[in-house]
Structures are given as C-alpha cells and as structure tokens.
C-alpha cells in the first residue's frame, strides 16, 4: 500500500491549496480515505473523510465551509480543496486510508506534505 501526498507549500491567508493524494496497493473504490492535519507540538487531527461507497463526506468544524474533500475513483487520487486559508490551517496534511482485508479493518498513512499559511 502506497499513498503519495502533493500540493502543499507557502500560501498567505485567505489563499487556496489543493492537496491531492495517490493511492496504490489496494482497491481504492473500496476504502474510506480521509485528510489528517498535525501542527507542532499538537495532536493528528481528523479534517475531512469521504467515503467508499455514496462519497458521503464530513468536515471537522474548524474546516466546514472552506474545504472540500473529493476522489476520483479512476485515477486513485483523493483531493482536499482548502480555500480561505487561516494561519491556523499551517500543519503537516497526512492521508490515510482504511479498509476491510483478510478479516480486519486495515489503516495506512502518507507521509505528509507541509501547509503553511503566512503572510
């Protein structure tokens, strides 16, 4: 399983990034895929998850309204439209991954890609 995180960088405030994330190693039309954020010395942090099946989407409250979580089942990517960016948006962005295999529920990580919002 391989999930390749790209898109961040140095935006200033009230900017937009677009993460984009590229799976392989499982079937992508199957899994729940999801968004993370960490800022230093602070918890990761759920942002956005769709879903396999119906796309059924849902945002943490700090993002609703200024993010917006897709995929494309065809391409194996999922994205994350981040507008109206905040300093406090500035984070590592990880995706993750989590579907059903051989019995158990199985979660993979990206490496992250940084996000920083700075004027």
């Known amino acids: 399983v391989q999930l390749v995180e790209s898109g961040g960088g140095l935006v200033q405030p009230g900017g937009s990034l677009r993460l984009s994330c590229a799976a392989s190693?499982?079937?992508?039309?199957?899994?729940?895929m999801s968004w993370y954020r960490q800022a230093p010395g602070k918890e990761r942090d759920l942002v956005a998850v769709?879903?396999?099946?119906?796309?059924?989407?849902s945002y943490a409250d700090s993002v609703k309204g200024r993010f917006t979580i897709s995929r494309d089942n065809a391409k194996n990517t999922v994205y994350l439209q981040m507008n109206s960016l905040k300093s406090e948006d500035t984070a590592v962005y990880f995706c993750?991954?989590?579907?059903?295999?051989?019995?158990?529920?199985?979660?993979?990580w990206g490496q992250g890609t940084q996000v920083t919002v700075s004027s």
């Open positions: 190693g499982f079937t992508f039309s199957s899994a729940d």
């Open positions: 993750n991954s989590r579907f059903w295999r051989l019995g158990s529920w199985r979660n993979y």
């Open positions: 769709i879903t396999s099946a119906g796309g059924r989407r």
